[in-house]
Nanobody
Framework: VQLQASGGGLVQSGGSLRLSCEVSGLSLDTYAIGWFRQAPGKEHEGVALISAGDGGTYYEESVKGRFTLSRDNVKKMVYMQMNSLKPDDTAVYYC?????????????????????WGQGTLVTVSS
């Protein structure tokens, strides 16, 4: 199983980026994909999740209305469109996969349920 995040870069405040997570070795029909970020000197923070099956999406409060998840099950890609970016969004962003039944609404943005992790992609938002 491999997950590979890409699409990070340097953007000005208010700008947009689209991150991609390429998945291999598992099905997006059965694994949910979460996005986490780690800002310098801070803990990992869960920001968004797209569930398996119906592809329902969930967002951490600070990114609601600005970040949007989508996926292409055939291409095995998950995308996170990030708009209205702020300097506080600066972080390394990671995608991770969790099998069915491992997460609840209470645990979806915690690290421990996630089984597979990709390498991170750096997003830097300048003020």
């Amino acid at each position: 199983v491999q997950l590979q995040a890409s699409g990070g870069g340097l953007v000005q405040s208010g700008g947009s980026l689209r991150l991609s997570c390429e998945v291999s070795g598992l099905s997006l029909d059965t694994y949910a994909i979460g996005w986490f970020r780690q800002a310098p000197g801070k803990e990992h923070e869960g920001v968004a999740l797209i569930s398996a099956g119906d592809g329902g999406t969930y967002y951490e409060e600070s990114v609601k209305g600005r970040f949007t998840l989508s996926r292409d099950n055939v291409k095995k890609m998950v995308y996170m469109q990030m708009n209205s970016l702020k300097p506080d969004d600066t972080a390394v962003y990671y995608c991770a996969a969790v099998p069915p039944g491992y997460i609840t609404l209470q645990t979806m943005f915690t690290l421990s349920p996630y089984v597979y992790w990709g390498q991170g992609t750096l997003v830097t938002v300048s003020s």
